[in-house]
């Protein structure tokens, strides 16, 4: 390396990647790597708008506490009768005897402080006690079940296996969804809507399901409907409305063969605190029938032959290979904190993307070469020069995106064009600074010297006021706004290392090391 300036040094250092970089997007054989991934506008795909029903979160989190409520009553020996109905978001008990009235409140702000008295009625020695939740618990519940939403989303397409998805939060309830390069649009949306509530309930085989069916369903029960439709429809199931086990708890998912009948199924092994709760639920109830609901859906309902431990169960239903890797997959993400609404969807076909690169690119061709052909007839020489650095200046701005694995959209094919602008207009500064030197009869090695160093302080404020703006764009602005940022910022890094490094040891090497006394410029 002795005998090679700094500048040569950074060239090679810089160059050299970008080069590797580069060459899988254009021959992937070449060099195993990756390549500019390309957004909805240009490869075609999905976008879909979705809304949170916040609401359901908020009943859900009614719901658990009624349940706890009532056990935490009945251990305290609170004599009691609720009042309110499954679904209200208010909760109302009737406390038989009204001594327990101070007890209740101290139980309520001890163990429940989330939830707020709303009144309290005297009715014959009983007292009639409403309750809410705080105004303030309600508002972070519905935040958290759209942050909740969102991450369970991201992590159902990052194991879709979806490159460079857009997902983010706009307004208080909607989650917008960028999906490039899908084509099977029906399978993910299935994937992303599907709320994967898992559920483990007893079958009540002691009620008439018949009676059940007419309406006449006993307390503490409900029907639910089998997965597979059959001749005569779903088949119906009564079931304890008491959830013995969650989702919540589980720790894996995966898709397995049953070896007797050939046919895939989803394997679910629980947490630690599950397969307590699912030896214990399996070792108090053998010989009953324990459904395994999905979505109010039942999908088996095996009968408990013994004691289960080791916290693994399965979910069997007629499955393909392709829905049993997809229920894998949700059920590993976790189950969304309340149902989401499609409430927007735009399909990009691969044919209009493809239009947009060729007319994307074509625009970038015809300006470039329009800067090109004027650079040689007014700067001559120096123009070829600082034609040499605007190509390098491009192959620098792809290499960037290929190794930070950021995204090019349409806006970002016009941030390009946007650069080779400021490229040039780098060069035009410090060549117009060594015309001045020339013509104050400086030889040429001192001109250009002159002229890089008074450019230099320009070009820099110039560059670093636009990368500031690229960046706020960056940080503030959404899909086709960060894309334009993206090769902006990448555009101006590039124009001042061309412009700076490239354009000096070029010009450097053919005139100053040369000492020649007349510049073509």
Known sequence: MKGLSWRVI???????PA???VIPTFKPSIWPHNQINLGLDLQGGMHLALEVQTQRA???TVERIRSELRGTLRSERIRSVEVSTPGDTELAFRLI?????PEFRRLIERNYSEMNILS??????????RLALAEETTREIERQAVRQALETIRNRIDEFGVSEPDIRIEGERRIQVQLPGITDTDRAKELIGRTAMLEFKLVDDEHSLSRALEGNVPPGREILYGSQVGEAGRQPFLVESRTLLSGAYLDNARVQIDQQYNEPYVSIDFNRQGARIFEQVTGENVRRRLAIVLDNRVYSAPVIQERIPGGTARVTGNFSIQEARDLAIVLRAGALPAPVEIIEE??????????SIRQGFLSMIVGGMLVLVFMVIYYKTAGLVANLALVLNILLIAAGL?????????PGIAGIILTIGIAVDANVIIFERIREELRLGKKVASAISAGFNKATLTIMDANVTTLIAAVVLFQFGTGPVRGFAITLSLGVLASMFTALVV????????????RMKTISI
Do not use: K, W
Not at 97 to 101: E, F, P, T
């Open 10 to 16: 950074i060239m090679i250092v810089v160059i050299i």
């Open 19 to 21: 080069i590797v970089y």
């Open 58 to 60: 908020v009943e859900n």
């Open 97 to 101: 005897n009204r001594d327990d009235m």
């Open 120 to 129: 309290e009625q005297d009715q014959n020695d009983e007292f009639i006690v």
């Open 346 to 355: 735009r399909t990009v076909g691969p044919s209009l993307g493809q239009d």
């Open 402 to 410: 290929a190794a930070f694995q950021a995204t090019l959209t349409l």
């Open 503 to 514: 354009s000096r040891q070029i010009l450097d090497l053919l005139y100053v090391s040369r």
